[in-house]
């Protein structure tokens, strides 16, 4: 059964399940979670991947929140590249713009929204590229919680299950396809 939730609902979930989460852990191994470097990214990755999964939905709060990181890189972007000229600059702007159109083509105004980003897929990727920004396998298991809560509280794990299923096959039979194209060397 599909549930709409809305997002202080996934909010309070994520965080009753990331705050059990630590406390096992402080209890367990003695990691403090309050220390400085650790609790600000601790936040800011529960706060958005407990909301991640509703990017495709046009007026979810997961899309207010890229909408507004998307004009504060481009105006940011295009004021230094105004005072520098710097050609990183120029690629920044010209990311937000692309990041913004995809988004507003992907993205729907409606309850039914639930596309790629409610499936394990998007989530393990969204969490690969916050180890990769992070650097934290302690921040990484947050966001897999809070983004697996999301998904479990919306009622559609069994669906996001078939979705990963149906994509993986498609991106098999892709594959196949093209070594099927690539000729056979003779002697190796």
């Given at each position: 059964?599909?549930?709409?939730?809305?997002?202080?609902?996934?909010?309070?979930?994520?965080?009753?399940?990331?705050?059990?989460?630590?406390?096992?852990?402080?209890?367990?191994?003695?990691?403090?979670?309050?220390?400085?470097?650790?609790?600000?990214?601790?936040?800011?990755?529960?706060?958005?991947?407990?909301?991640?999964p509703d990017i495709d939905h046009q007026k979810s709060h997961a899309s207010g929140i890229l909408n507004l990181f998307l004009i504060y890189l481009f105006g940011s972007?295009?004021?230094?590249?105004?005072?520098?000229?710097?050609?990183?600059?120029?690629?920044k702007i010209i990311i937000a713009i692309a990041i913004f159109i995809v988004h507003?083509?992907?993205?729907?105004?409606?309850?039914?929204?639930?596309?790629?980003?409610?499936?394990?897929?998007?989530?393990?990727?969204?969490?690969?590229?916050?180890?990769?920004?992070?650097?934290?396998?302690?921040?990484?298991?947050?966001?897999?919680?809070?983004?697996?809560?999301?998904?479990?509280?919306?009622?559609?794990?069994?669906?996001?299950?078939?979705?990963?299923?149906?994509?993986?096959?498609?991106?098999?039979?892709?594959?196949?396809?093209?070594?099927?194209?690539?000729?056979?060397?003779?002697?190796?």
């Amino acid at each position: 059964m599909l549930v709409n939730m809305r997002y202080t609902e996934h909010l309070v979930l994520s965080g009753i399940v990331n705050g059990a989460f630590l406390f096992i852990l402080y209890m367990t191994f003695h990691i403090d979670v309050f220390r400085a470097e650790l609790i600000v990214p601790l936040l800011m990755t529960f706060y958005i991947f407990s909301i991640l999964p509703d990017i495709d939905h046009q007026k979810s709060h997961a899309s207010g929140i890229l909408n507004l990181f998307l004009i504060y890189l481009f105006g940011s972007s295009a004021f230094d590249f105004y005072n520098t000229f710097n050609p990183f600059d120029l690629a920044k702007i010209i990311i937000a713009i692309a990041i913004f159109i995809v988004h507003a083509k992907y993205s729907e105004n409606s309850y039914l929204h639930r596309k790629f980003p409610h499936t394990f897929t998007f989530g393990i990727v969204a969490c690969l590229l916050l180890y990769f920004l992070a650097n934290s396998i302690l921040v990484c298991m947050v966001g897999a919680i809070s983004f697996f809560t999301h998904i479990l509280s919306d009622g559609y794990v069994i669906r996001a299950i078939e979705k990963d299923r149906t994509l993986w096959r498609l991106v098999g039979s892709k594959i196949t396809a093209i070594k099927n194209k690539i000729p056979k060397r003779k002697g190796f």
